[in-house]
């Protein structure tokens, strides 16, 4: 019994970050129709702002994460700015093509700033863990899974309460309509695209600390968003939230039951399963198509 | 146009000449390591070592009156692009000998396209007991196979005196391996074994392996994976406040690196490992040690690389050995000279001796293993 509340603990922590992970993708592609390979850039591009002003500049842990939020903002807004918008009205291929490349340049690009030797992240969290019991859970994790969450109330307050998410939501629904009642389209498509950078690399600035930061660590994280935002469905962020911790229980109960070695094969089988069963996602809604 | 062509061709021809000019002057050694991919850190220390023996052995006139020339290639981790690698090297940069390529998997992907075109390898740190013995006469291993490292456990075994061990391994070829061999030399020993957990190469996150350890009632795990994902698991296990003696396999630890990035939290591990860099004295060979080690430290190098470049270092010097000894840089001959050479290594004498099924034998060589304790954040010796 114990075990299986240790897994439960662990399946709360990781699906709050993996919750985060899914929201900026699934963000960008409900509003933009594009799908963003950068995704798992922008995540370590986040931890390694954490790994520069936390141990290169040897600032304080706290003041690193506005910092990388605000690093992933910029450079996402930048991505949009030079790559997307030239390519606006051109092909999902098209896109999805320069993306892949962007993805495999700003890869290279943090191997050969940094090399491909991975860094660790000091934090202010003590090392004992806090013990409830027959399980124990470490501080930084619960930190990192209360920021989780507070990112997440705010991106769901940000898109639900405010003008710029209402010009949001009426650009998803239908952008040509969206324009003609005088929504800055432009404008939006760079908001979006920034906000949904700066929850990856918010992802990243959280997790690089508790694990370890290297060039790639970005590639599992981004096939883990794409299967919660196909779980979730598409531009659905409740989706995707529910989809995050969904694939943290699947991941937890299938190594601590069935077999750990296909631990990160659980999430494929479940989405192969979504894709058989319900093909829009757990959590669609009704879409009109054309 | 005519002109323009004429021109074209020239350059060719001369880029051809000065190409064959400059492979006449160089005795080339392919190296195909892991520098990008999971195993980023290891590979990378490897190669720094390999470099120290190139220049060392160039610094005092080369072999064969020429000096020789690395050519290094990234595997990335990853066993289809070290086949590749390999295939490049050979029928590309026309190396007549390999050094490589650090993970079992890596190396065992490679083993094919050593047949193919007749072209040695000096492997340098794969454990995995399949590589020397399904028949490979390409293959010349100069680090312990899990079973070697098994059998130096047996000692300590007694002194531990386990009762029941779970083991977390690599899901790969090397993690498995090293549990079937320690399984059985443990059995032997009337130890019971529990759990045989596995992870991806790549995984970050081990909580659900480790919480299913910290549920079983044994007082021992058995590790066996890389330093990135080590310093990973002692941390999650400290998170989880599992208490149970941890012993890693595998000798590629970096103690030094475990202590910088897990901090307390490798307090009270053990390790096995295959160079003794923190008391050259101890070593098989202390000159040859202490000279590493300075020539190391002089690079700029952290000193946790030692653990794992040395064996970059030994493997380098015994192909040249070996290109030596056969007088001529031609796959066959060096072959045929792995067999003779004698040299002393930074962890013993690196001799070749026959395994796997005869008439197509690998060269194995018999390294030392010593076991190690991190306490306070400090290396410690444990006699076997």
Known sequence: ?290 | MTRTLGLVGTIALATALCGGAVQAQTIKIGVNEPLTGAFAASGTYVVNGAKIAADEINAKGGILGKKIELVIEDNKSNPTEAAAVAEKLITSDKVPVLMGAWGSSLTLAVMPKLMEYETPMVVETSSSGKITTTGNPFIFRISPPSAVEAAAFKGIVDKLAPKKVDFLVINNDWGRGTAEDFSKMMKEKGITIGLVETMDQGAQDMSAQLSKIKGSDSETVIVTTAVDQLTLIFKQAAALGLKKRIITTGGSQNPDQIIAQAGAAANGTMHLTTFLPWFPDKTPNPEATNYFITEWKKRGFEFAGCTESFRGYDGIRTAAAAIEKAGKAEPAAIKAALWDINIKGLNGNIVFRKSGPEGKESGQSQPNVYLIEINDGKVEMKTL
């Open chain 1, 1 to 290: 019994m114990s075990e299986f509340l240790q897994h439960l603990i662990n399946m709360l922590v990781l699906g709050g970050t993996y919750a985060l992970l899914g929201i900026g993708l699934t963000l960008i592609f409900g509003i933009m129709n594009v799908v963003n390979f950068t995704h798992g850039v922008l995540y370590t591009f986040g931890a390694y702002i954490m790994f520069i002003v936390v141990q290169q500049l040897g600032l304080n842990f706290f003041l690193a994460l506005p910092v990388a939020v605000l690093a992933g903002w910029l450079l996402g807004a930048a991505i949009e700015l030079t790559l997307l918008r030239p390519l606006r009205g051109s092909d999902i291929d098209t896109t999805m093509l320069v993306m892949i490349g962007a993805w495999i340049a700003m890869q290279s690009g943090t191997l050969w700033i940094w090399g491909g030797v991975a860094k660790s992240v000091a934090t202010p969290f003590p090392e004992a863990p806090l013990v409830l019991g027959s399980v124990s859970v470490s501080w930084l994790r619960l930190f990192v899974l209360a920021a989780a969450a507070m990112l997440i109330l705010v991106t769901y307050l940000l898109i639900n309460k405010t003008s710029l998410g209402r010009a949001m939501r009426a650009t998803f629904q239908d952008h040509d309509t969206a324009s003609l009642m005088g929504v800055n389209v432009d404008m939006i498509y760079t908001s979006t695209f920034a906000i949904g950078s700066s929850l990856a690399a918010a992802a990243g600035a959280l997790l690089g600390p508790v694990y370890v930061i290297f060039p790639q660590m970005g590639d599992l994280a981004a096939v883990k968003a794409f299967a919660i935002v196909i779980l979730g469905g598409l531009g659905n962020i409740t989706g995707a939230v529910i989809g995050g911790f969904i694939l943290a229980l699947a991941e937890e109960l299938g190594a601590g039951y069935v077999s750990s070695g296909y631990r990160d094969a659980m999430g494929f089988l479940i989405i192969i399963a979504v894709l058989i069963f319900r093909p829009t996602g757990l959590f669609a809604r009704a879409e009109r198509v054309g």
